[in-house]
């Protein structure tokens, strides 16, 4: 009896109440007339009769309300509209950003098992940099002193002119460790990945591993491209495989991969040279804290052994994912932040527009509930209506959200191996539908739980009345509240960054961007091995250049400001010391000095606008057979030359003894935002000698124009062409354009802000209308007495905006507390924007109230038309 | 309150609703007659549940085919206070409607060549 009774709770409580007792009245009649033996078979046939039909008795009434709420929301399509867009914009926005955050900070890395990948630095601290690629040698005496990897592998990125199967091409790929591809473990899509046997390849049978896009653009997708021969910088390589178009490594866009090959130079037995970047995989049962640990001993023990190179010098272990950076980790989670406050203001302003329609149904419902609805199934119908609505807004909010994607690529790091825009899938499929039915479930309980526990008849009586109980009141002006508060908190946010993004753009970076041209050539490392080939190459070039018509200077340098931030290497001074790698003697092994190295052909600093502060720029006259000279920052002299004529010091530098010629201002090498831009040097061109690095050889060409640069393009190309005609071009660019690249993630977000923010303001004001002119014409009777009374339209107004005064006040000082944590936890983003800046605060406050003043206008105005005759008359 | 699509709409009948209907064709009945009314029409071999019947019913009644009254049976043959269903007239086209259906259908079986018992 107990059974069938539990058994019936399956039942919708309706049809329980319905037919329940008389189900109870059939079992208990077969339960009598059974034998025995076939009381047994009943039960297991009831339970499965029940289990059966609760289901399909659910289902019927879920399709009936469905029907019901369909034709119901036919009937007021402004309402319906209305409704869908608010919970589309909610839903798209969330997932939109969910997504991407997902894919960035969430998802495993596309490598099996990647949660077991760690990367590894040295950890110079002390000199301001946590992560400095480690050297050959130390990388060397890890790899044979650690157990808890499996493997522990270098790789390094770089680019390279792709010559045959097609026009020269620039291409990004990587230098590989023998073991990398087993530590990615991501078999190749054709042929085979490279191991460790192929590192000592003959010169000419060098393996190597292309990317799809080569395979598709260069072979045709051809399968015996596996043994054909390409030339990169012109040297051959037998290609081996072809990896799969969702390989990314170390970050997107590679198209080749190669072995790297360590200690075949003599740089690469100097501690000092930080070049590499190293992976490992951590083998089975061994945690991060363990490796780390083991990593620590380690160091400790270089130091030990190498006091002079070594000394307070450890190791960062990080997770692979974790190689980004704060910033846009933070920039991220700043909009996800603020895609929830979107969500809860759409939310909170369907749950109103619904309780403002539940309202003006009380006696739909009333005559419902008269004629035997139970509450639960008016609750269960206008839940139904909510989650229509949601289900709708949801597949438009997934439209909103594709089409919204490509938008926030800048979003994601170029720096983690992983596609550019993130996946429309499964994940993000089932996550916007538990948002939807979150969202249906927020907006719609409330409402049907407030106006259904009214809904005993009494309601029939409110309904006749007109007026709104004090609950329904409070809960209404609560969420009314509570979107003003998400609009403060995303405004005051919008104006913070924007504070930020306006103080970065005031940063000088040290040279005036505007009508410069930039085009980087990478000179083929074979055939421009000679410093004199280079020289002519760039007289060949700069000569005719600068015989275009409209240009004003231009000049070659290793690397452009903020295009490349590295490339630093120790100030030291000039008592020799044979034994070290750098060959000198540091002048205070306590504190290294170090400075960035370019080279320069003369000419630089005025095509930049850097302006030379004291001495000469480098000239025609700095070649090989003169001494070595060095144009130096005013940050060098101030930190290392303090209070003496720099100009006719002395220093050693990259393998010799520089003299001081001339300082310039300074550059801001790492970019707008980073203050560690190191002292710069800036070498002449024509001192370049054969055993200097090969990678400092000058390639960024800048040219300074008096007329628009755009149009110099065609003409530059030619020049370029003329002086080599195999020569590919890459990255044409402006400066301008590379600096407000600077910028680009900051604007996106701003802009992505922007619009949440300009759309929580719009809904916030929508909510506050609806709740005063329901407000309003749920009292009219009210006001029509106040003004037969003698009510002035003055009293009117005050009444009516008094009242949006009290919640806009409540929602501002809430607002801003809750602004000014979330501008205290973005401070990494705020480059010294104060979170409490005054200015943003009295802006944002400023615009809420103005919101409400908008929201409030039309029902005060609607309030003085009240006809004071017919109000009263409806009595 | 005639169902206003008329009774053709609601066919195919479930075989259940289409057992109920016939059970209720002659007399009005609370739901355990009707289980029993069913069962010895068909010699046993339909035994409905009671969930399928009060499921059935409560779609019925949603479809006007069938009414609850309110009259009761003389007291003394109402062993229990029970609710009685009673078909209506809408009810009684449906089902007839649903007889037609199936002559038709088995019409067609035999013209096809599929012979029943008698033939």
């Not at chain 1, 078999?187 to 060098?206: C, H, K």
């Not at chain 1, 916030?764 to 339209?793: C, D, M, P, Y």
Request: proline residues 6%.
């Amino acid at each position: 009896m107990l059974l069938y009774r539990a058994l019936l709770r399956l039942y919708p409580k309706s049809f329980r109440a319905e037919y329940g007792a008389e189900m109870m009245k059939d079992f208990i009649r077969e339960w009598r007339e059974a034998s025995a033996a076939a009381k047994a078979a009943l039960l297991a046939r009831i339970t499965a009769d029940t289990l059966a039909n609760a289901v399909r008795v659910h289902g019927d009434i879920t399709r009936q309300d469905l029907r019901y709420a369909i034709r119901s929301l036919r009937r007021t399509p402004g309402f319906t509209l209305t409704a869908i867009l608010v919970a589309a914009l909610g839903i798209g926005a969330t997932t939109a950003t969910f997504s991407i955050a997902d894919h960035v900070l969430l998802r495993p890395l596309p490598f099996p098992e990647a949660d077991r990948v760690v990367r590894l630095w040295e950890d110079h601290s002390k000199l301001g940099y946590p992560r400095m690629e480690p050297s050959p040698p130390n990388l060397l005496d890890w790899q044979r002193a650690a157990t808890v990897f499996e493997r522990l592998e270098p790789f390094t990125g770089g680019s390279a002119s792709l010559v045959g199967h097609g026009e020269p091409e620039q291409v990004s790929g990587a230098s590989v460790g023998g073991g990398v591809f087993q530590i990615l473990r991501r078999p190749a899509a054709l042929g085979r990945v490279l191991t460790e046997s192929d590192v000592n390849a003959a010169e000419g049978e060098r393996p190597i591993v292309i990317s799809d896009r080569i395979w598709r653009t260069r072979f045709g997708a051809s399968p015996d491209v596996l043994g054909q021969t390409i030339s990169l910088d012109d040297r051959a390589y037998v290609i081996v495989g072809v990896m799969p178009p969702d390989f990314y490594f170390p970050s997107r866009n590679r198209d080749f991969w190669r072995t790297l090959r360590l200690g075949t130079t003599e740089s690469d037995s100097d501690r000092g040279n930080h070049y590499l970047a190293v992976i490992g995989r951590l083998k089975d049962g061994v945690s991060i804290e363990d490796a780390r640990a083991e990593m620590d001993v380690i160091a400790a023990q270089l130091a030990q052994a190498y006091p002079k190179a070594q000394e307070g010098k450890g190791v960062t272990l990080a997770p692979w994912r974790e190689q980004i950076s704060g910033q846009p980790r933070v920039l991220l989670l700043g909009l996800v932040g603020a895609s929830i406050c979107v969500l809860l203001i759409a939310c909170t302003n369907l749950a109103n527009l619904l309780l403002s329609r539940a309202l003006a149904r009380r006696s739909e419902f009333a005559v419902r509930a008269a004629i035997g609805a139970s509450v639960d199934r008016l609750v269960r119908q206008m839940l139904t209506d909510s989650f229509v609505l949601a289900a709708c807004g949801g597949v438009l909010g997934i439209i909103l959200a594709v089409v919204a994607a490509p938008l926030l690529v800048r979003l994601v790091p170029t720096s983690l191996p992983i596609a550019e825009v993130p996946p429309t899938d499964l994940r993000m499929l089932a996550g916007t539908l538990l948002l939807t039915v979150g969202a249906g479930m927020a907006f719609g309980l409330l409402p049907a739980l407030r106006v259904c526990r009214k809904t005993d008849g009494s309601a029939l009586k409110d309904g006749a009345r007109g007026g709104t109980s004090r609950g329904t009141e409070r809960l209404r002006s609560s969420l009314v509240v509570a979107e003003i508060v998400a609009s403060v908190v995303l405004i005051v946010t919008v104006g913070l960054l924007t504070q930020a993004l306006l103080n970065v753009q005031r940063v000088d970076p040290g040279f005036k961007a505007d009508h410069v041209l930039t085009v980087r050539t990478t000179l083929p490392r074979i055939k421009y091995a000679k410093a004199a080939q280079r020289e002519q190459f760039y007289q060949r070039v700069l000569n005719d250049v600068k015989a275009l018509p409209g240009v004003q200077s231009a000049a070659y340098i290793s690397f452009l400001p903020m295009v490349m931030g590295g490339g630093v290497w120790p100030v030291l001074s000039t008592v020799p010391d044979p034994g070290s790698p750098q060959k000198f003697v540091p002048p205070d092994p306590k504190n290294e000095r170090r400075a960035s190295l370019r080279f320069v052909t003369p000419g630089f600093f005025s095509t930049m606008r850097t302006p030379v502060l004291r001495g000469r720029d480098v000239n025609a006259d700095d070649t090989t057979q003169t001494t070595p000279v060095a144009v130096v920052s005013e940050s060098l002299v101030r930190l290392y030359f303090p209070d003496r004529d720099p100009l006719g010091e002395q220093f050693a530098f990259a393998y010799k003894v520089r003299t001081i010629v001339g300082v310039v201002g300074d550059i801001r090498v790492r970019g707008l935002e980073a203050d560690t831009s190191e002292p710069q040097v800036y070498l002449p061109a024509g001192q370049f000698t054969d055993g200097d690095p090969l990678f400092y050889a000058p390639q960024d060409l800048a040219i300074r124009a008096s007329v628009p640069v755009a149009a110099l393009v065609p003409a530059v190309r030619a020049a370029i062409a003329a002086a080599d005609p195999q020569l590919p071009i890459i990255n044409v660019r402006t400066l301008e354009d590379i600096v407000s690249l600077e910028t680009a993630s900051r604007v996106v977000q701003l802009r992505v802000l922007g619009a949440f923010a300009a759309v929580a303001f719009l809904l916030a004001a929508i909510g506050i209308h609806g709740l005063l002119a329901f407000n309003v014409s749920a009292r009219s009777r009210e006001i029509g007495v106040r003004i037969a009374l003698g009510a002035k339209a003055r009293n009117i107004i005050g009444m009516v905006i008094g009242r949006s005064a009290v919640l806009a006040a409540l929602g501002v000082v809430i607002g801003s507390a809750l602004a000014y944590a979330a501008g205290r936890s973005m401070q990494a983003l705020l480059f010294g924007v104060d979170p409490a800046n005054p200015a943003v605060f009295g802006a944002a406050i400023a615009l809420a109230l103005l919101m409400t003043l908008a929201g409030s206008l039309f029902p005060a105005w609607r309030a003085v038309r009240v006809d004071p005759i017919a109000a009263t008359r409806a009595e | 309150m005639a169902n206003p699509t008329g009774p053709e709409s609601l066919l195919p009948l479930p075989p259940a609703v289409f057992h109920i209907l016939m059970a209720l064709a002659d007399e009005d009945r609370h739901g355990y007659a009707i289980i029993q009314e069913v069962r010895s029409r068909t010699n046993g071999d339909v035994r409905l549940s009671p969930g399928t019947l009060y499921r059935s019913i409560q779609r019925m009644l949603e479809d006007d085919v069938i009414v609850e009254i309110s009259e009761r049976p003389a007291p003394e043959l109402d062993d229990e206070r029970r609710r009685y269903y009673r078909i209506t007239p809408f009810g009684r086209s449906v089902a007839r409607a649903e007889a037609n259906r199936l002559h038709e259908l088995v019409r067609l079986a035999r013209a096809s060549g599929f012979h029943t018992k008698k033939a």
